[in-house]
């Protein structure tokens, strides 16, 4: 980001969301909750990751273009 350039909606978001835990949906197909670790302008990771099953997995990286929706939990 420039300098004095103004951060977009969901880099803002994120970022008060980071190390919380999260909901999101991927190609309206799969949700999953977990704790946002990381992003930045292609990718979202979580860690401590439980799907709608109950599967679990340890992370899960998810392309921002696939997301349909996120939501603090």
């Known amino acids: ?43 979202i990771l979580l860690k401590d990751v439980v799907d709608i099953a109950g599967n679990r997995a340890r992370a899960l990286l998810v392309k921002i273009d696939d997301l349909n929706w996120i939501m603090l939990l």
């Open 1 to 43: 980001m420039r300098m004095g350039e103004k951060p977009y909606l969901l880099d803002r978001t994120l970022e008060t969301w980071k190390g919380r835990r999260v909901a999101l949906a991927v190609s309206n197909e799969h949700s999953f909750t977990g704790i946002l670790d990381e992003f930045d302008e292609e990718v």
